[in-house]
């Protein structure tokens, strides 16, 4: 089983940038295929990014194109969201998320991850 923790949370001006992160635990990292998901308060979880095992396949919500870059570091157990021109909007709880994979795609329902960290809240003032 592998454990994820998100990193890099925080308050950012409208416009800016952030970076959040998260490292798994297990050194069969490289056979997961990852995902971030964000919350706002009393609304159901939605899906932001995933990227293949390889970084081969990336996928993004139509609300974060153009704005938001996945990427991974197999070496370094730890995937990536680079978040740029952020809104107010933006202000919701970043989950990570990662299922093993017998191909090098991607997944973008949530349902089909059984992994999650526990978030990290991101805060866009206007």
């Known amino acids: 089983q592998v454990q994820l923790v998100e990193s890099g949370g925080g308050l950012v001006q409208a416009g800016g940038s952030l970076r959040v992160s998260c490292a798994a635990t297990r050194r069969t990292f490289s056979s997961y295929v990852m995902g971030w998901f964000r919350q706002a308060p009393g609304k159901e979880r939605e899906f932001v990014a995933t990227?293949?095992?390889?970084?081969?396949?990336?996928d993004y919500a139509d609300s974060v194109k153009g704005r938001f870059l996945i990427s991974r570091d197999n070496a370094k157990n730890t995937v990536y969201l680079q978040m740029n021109s952020l809104k107010p909007e933006d202000t919701v709880v970043y989950y990570c998320?990662?299922?093993?994979?017998?191909?090098?795609?991607?997944?973008?329902?949530?349902?089909?991850?059984?992994?999650w960290g526990q978030g990290t809240q991101v805060t866009v003032s206007s």
């Open positions: 990227i293949s095992r390889s970084s081969s396949s990336v």
């Open positions: 998320a990662g299922e093993p994979a017998a191909i090098d795609g991607v997944l973008t329902r949530e349902g089909a991850y059984r992994y």
